[in-house]
């Protein structure tokens, strides 16, 4: 998953990819709508924040900020799969 999350970093656009699908997931599992909505919100501020970072300060090499940002999302992942298979599907 993190090597997946380095794939993302300085493109909003695929950012804005993952958010898309963590909402047809919510749509798709009703049961589990708020930990897949709170994934799609955490994905759109991540992408809103790679964003300003690209305009801001593209040469940027150390990103300190991905120390807490990708673990935030790790578990937010996380909760939201655990979530989707306790709801059974649904």
Do not use: K
């Not at 809103?48 to 090499?61: D, R, Y």
């Amino acid at each position: 998953m993190v090597a997946t999350l380095s794939l993302l970093i300085g493109r909003p656009l695929l950012i804005l990819a993952v958010a898309l699908l963590w909402v047809l997931a919510a749509l798709a599992f009703s049961r589990s709508r708020q930990s897949l909505f709170a994934n799609t919100l955490a994905w759109l501020a991540f992408a809103c924040w790679e964003s300003l970072v690209q305009a801001i300060t593209p040469e940027a090499n150390i990103r300190v900020d991905l120390l807490l940002i990708g673990p935030l999302l790790i578990a937010l992942g996380l909760w939201a799969l655990v979530a989707m298979l306790r709801s059974g599907g649904r």
